[in-house]
């Protein structure tokens, strides 16, 4: 009996399960009723202790870059892919237990309200967290019973199917005289005839939720691009071509360096959730309150209205980014000095911190006293001229010079003044308290297409990037297989103090195969650490080589 509820357990488990995940996606495209596998692997994502969450992730970096993947731009689609096939895999199991138990009934007679138990069972945990978790403007009692009913439906259609695959009639009839492992071979007929059906019933539903759902979605997508595309128009400081201030430099990038300035829509991106947070500009505010003289909350008109915009070209890098990997990008920000602001709401002598709160569950404490030191920090509202995209935190996400992405909320909701240190979302999972960014140089190319002819020397420009946060880049220097001199580079003078510096090195050519090594200095002398460390968890360090046939 186990092997044949296991086997059609599992294909049963398919068939209902593809048409079910379809169905959620339409709804949730459609009347915005939310997506239970996001939310159920959000909520593990959240829950699980940090060292186990830092394992997956790296696990599945491991596993994007040995198939030959860009980090950068597949993290969140394989994410979303294993979100939706642990949901697939966890309704499959459930299947098949509803399999087992119904070949062990005697009484067939009770079964749809057997059925809906099941579907219960398996239904409210998951209702209640999507409940929970959803980020959606219906209420969350709507979700709730949204997802439960599809639950209760996968329970009772679970159960008739079991009944009808296993049993091979219709429940209602009598028990079939024969044992149900010598099956008649009419049996046999109607059960190959009904998962047909149910296949095909399947496939469709699966084909059509899906499809239909991803026109919905992107048409949403781009309503949502038209909003801040009028919204544009409001913006202070900069026009959407920002001007580079170091056009006219005259050492140039070699040939495959990566763009000194990331368009936009190439901007590395991390989030904790499956989905970027989508706020509705028009409604959104922002509260600062806890321990301020005037509490005050601020609309996203009044921030940019009432202070003098500040610009900086500003180069953001993830803590999890590997020694030449692709999470860091350079663009120009945009916003309202956080000193400006705090002079207006005024916090009270017991003040040390604030406490700021973002719309995806997201949370990190900044020093008063870092604020009170740099003038940069800043709320920023907008990048490359445009307000944030939403994967980037539209409307409001804070500028800290000098720190990793971890301690820098973006879809800020609300600032509390606080005294007491709390820790951040990634701080309580034991990554850095500071997370102040670590020195790295990079090595993007070497640019064998691309010699130069000097007198009778054939030269290789090399290049890439090195970057200190706002501590400046001195001087670069590059090693030829491990051996010799280091030999210094050309340094092209950088978009801002807060940026990465491009760098080139023009290498006399030697036929072969060769290795190279890039290091970096520090503005004021402190040079890379050279020492391999893992990104977790204060930030990469190790030097970064290439090899290259010339
Ligand atoms: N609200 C919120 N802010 C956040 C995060 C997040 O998950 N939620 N991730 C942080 C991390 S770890 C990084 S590296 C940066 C990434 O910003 P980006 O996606 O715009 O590149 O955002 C930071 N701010
Ligand atoms: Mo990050």
Redesign the pocket.
């Known amino acids: 009996m186990k092997p044949r509820a296991l086997g059609w357990g599992a294909l049963a488990g398919v068939l209902l399960l593809a048409p079910m995940i379809a169905i959620m996606y339409l709804a949730d495209k459609l009347l915005h009723l939310s997506f239970p596998p996001f939310d159920v692997f959000d909520w593990i994502a959240r829950i699980l202790p940090g060292p186990v969450i830092t394992f997956g992730i790296d696990l599945m970096i491991d596993v994007l870059r040995f198939l030959g993947l860009s980090v950068a731009d597949t993290a969140k689609t394989a994410e979303q892919a294993i979100a939706i096939l642990i949901f697939l895999v966890g309704g499959m199991a459930f299947t098949i237990v509803v399999f087992i138990l119904v070949g062990r009934w005697e009484r067939l007679g009770i079964w749809p309200l057997r059925g809906l138990v099941i579907g219960a069972i398996a239904g409210i945990p998951i209702a209640l967290i999507t409940a929970n978790i959803a980020q959606s403007s219906v209420h969350p009692v709507w979700i709730f019973m949204w997802t439960l009913f599809l639950f209760l439906t996968w329970g009772a259609v679970a159960v008739r199917t079991a009944i009808g695959v296993l049993i091979g009639r219709q429940p209602g009839a009598a028990m079939p005289e024969v044992a149900m492992d010598e099956t008649a071979s009419v049996q046999v007929l109607g059960r190959r005839q009904f998962l047909i059906r149910m296949g095909a019933t399947a496939a469709t539903i699966t084909v059509a939720g899906a499809s239909i759902g991803q026109l919905l979605s992107a048409s949403e997508n781009r309503a949502r691009e038209d909003e801040l595309a009028s919204m544009q128009t409001q913006m202070p400081g900069s026009g959407p071509m920002i001007e580079l201030p170091n056009e006219d430099d005259p050492v140039k990038p070699a040939l495959g360096t990566r763009p000194e300035y990331t368009a936009v829509r190439d ?7 499956s989905q970027p ?1 989508m706020i509705d500009g028009a409604s959104w505010n922002l509260p600062i309150t806890g321990l301020v003289e005037t509490p005050t909350t601020f609309t996203l008109d009044n921030i940019m209205a009432f202070y003098e915009p500040r610009s900086e070209f500003v180069t ?5 980014n590997r020694i030449g990997g692709s ?1 860091i ?1 350079t663009t120009h920000w945009t916003g309202a000095s956080l000193q400006d602001i705090l002079a207006d709401v005024k916090p009270t002598s017991d003040a040390r911190y604030l406490f700021i709160t ?3 569950g ?1 949370y ?1 404490t900044v020093d008063l006293d870092l604020i009170a030191n740099d003038e940069r920090i800043m709320l920023a509202y907008a990048w490359d001229g445009r307000p944030i995209p939403f ?3 539209f409307p409001l ?1 804070i500028w800290l010079p000098d720190r ?3 301690k ?5 909701t609300g600032i509390e003044v606080i005294g007491e240190y709390k820790p951040g ?2 701080v309580e999972r034991n990554w850095d308290e500071v997370a102040r960014i670590k020195t790295t140089s990079v090595i993007d190319t070497v640019a064998v297409e691309a010699t130069i002819t000097e007198g009778d020397q054939t030269l290789v420009p090399i290049g890439g990037i090195a970057f200190a946060g706002v501590r400046g880049i001195s001087k670069v220097e590059v090693q030829i297989d491990g051996a010799g001199p280091w030999r210094e580079a050309q340094l092209r003078r950088p978009l801002s103090e807060a940026t990465w510096v491009i760098w080139r090195y023009n290498w006399p050519l030697s036929e072969g195969d060769h290795s190279f090594e890039v290091r970096c200095v520090e503005a004021d002398g402190t040079p890379q650490i050279v020492e391999r460390d893992p990104p977790r968890p204060s930030g990469a360090t190790g030097l970064h080589s290439k090899r290259a046939q010339v």
């Open positions: 901007h590395y991106k991390v989030f904790i959730r947070t953001l890098t993830c803590i999890s999470l990008s973002s719309g995806d997201f990190e994967d980037h935190g996400r990793y992405g971890m820098q909320p973006k879809w800020i979302y990634w």
